[in-house]
């Protein structure tokens, strides 16, 4: 572990600076209010959160889990309140079933090995552990907000915006149970998310077309299968006498 200032690099963190905007001031108030409620009945030792952001400091600071790490990229640890371990998400530098929970903030966006890195997420947490999981939704206006010639090749829309659905169905392949899956950011990113007209918005998109929100916040378990197998059912032998004969049963013949 280490706690040493380091340099930002952009291509560990590549939503950091996006954070401090305006908007993404915003948004990340919106996250957080999400991982504190989802984190609210967590219980444990060890979170860890896994992308080099601070914004989500108070958050995790407010969860019931005593120990809370970042782990960032070689280079990229921000002002996080707590020890930092340096490593990529594709092979974690942790022990398998270690954690209690783990947050993970936009990470596969910006990843070519998602698959890889949920498989490493599953790997750490113990039994029942937690998976926070943030994502932004491509089909929504946020995602098309990607198309607008201002905003191509920025932040957050210069990653690979994945649907909520697929995301669950690999940690469903994984033996993940989705506990939750909560969506916000229903008006276009040009519009902030605490004006009147986007509140009513916001309102009215959770519960009519909640699959149409920029944003999304899963919570999974790890289920582990039980290790004492189910005996198979059998019937009762026949017995074989001397000579390969078969000693012949009762039932059904009137005999004692």
Known sequence: MTTDPLQPDQSHDPLHAWYRSALGTEVARIECDGVQRLLANTFGYYLIQIGA?????????????????????????HAFQGPTVIGEPTALPLASDSLDAILLPHVLEYSDQPRVILSEVERVLIPEGRLILLGFNPLSLWGLGGLWPPARGRAPWNGRLRLAAQVEHW?????FEIEVCETAL???PFVSPKGRRCLAVESLGRRFWPLFGGLYTIRAVKRVAPLTPIKPYRTKRRVLLPGGAVRPTTRGTGHV
């Open 186 to 188: 229903f008006c276009p």
């Open 53 to 77: 952001n601070e914004c989500f400091g108070q958050a995790l600071a407010a969860s019931r889990i005593r120990h809370r790490i970042l782990l960032s990229g070689a280079g990229s640890a």
């Open 171 to 175: 940690l469903t392949e994984l033996g």
